[in-house]
């Protein structure tokens, strides 16, 4: 995806990291992220350049590739202000096991560590660093709506991410979240994991969409889209086509089209 920012020098300059299956699968994310930045006060830049965070083959035990990427993402996103991240698992490797890469070259080490300190998941950016009191959804209406949470587990328990998307959606109209049975627990999909063990995996994602289904809600609302991906894909193969599946950055910018509560 690419986008020409409007320059405003007093604005904060952000890095939009955006995430391989993003651009790949749901592009349309990337431009719900930009229209929140942006709405935020923020400057976006999305270098053309970029790609893989790393996490794919360093969790498969090729840290030369984690490695390669990883001087990839400094050299593309040392000069910006902050970086922006809409995923937690993206984030959690540029944020957590980058540096760690460079046990022998302190010095790019230091650099990733600094840069690190500056990159953020996007609903965690939104909430603690631009401390955003409104989003774009809540100038265009929408019906009265009940959604369900799923926390992806990099997000989670790399990043501290949880607090900080329920804020958020709590910004919007007309907006009722309720919580599913175990919204901590994993999808089932886990990168590599789901290729390598497909049986626990579906068995993990079953589990999953059980406890969506029991909210009654019309929509699972994530911020990871490989367990978008896998949710979504479980609830088609069982025959569920009602219950939509959303990045909260599409929620936040008002780009979902939201199912109306039943009457």
Known sequence: MTHIPSVTPEKRRVGLFVTCLIDAMRPSIGFSVIELLESAGCEVVVPANQTCCGQPGFNSGDHAAGVTLARKFLDEFESF??????SGSC???LKTHSPELFPTEPAIAERLRALAARTYEL?????????VNTVPACANPQPKTTVTYHDSCSGLRELGVQAQPRGLLALVPELTLTEMKDCRACCGFGGTF????GNISSAIVDEKIANIQATGAQAVVLGDVGCMLNIEGRL???GDNKTQVLHIAEVLAGQAQLSSIKA
């Open 194 to 197: 789901s290729v390598k063990y």
């Open 123 to 131: 609903t965690d950016f939104l909430a603690t660093v631009m401390q």
């Open 236 to 238: 088609r193969r069982v």
């Open 81 to 86: 202000d902050y970086v922006v991240v809409p």
């Open 91 to 93: 984030g959690g490797m």
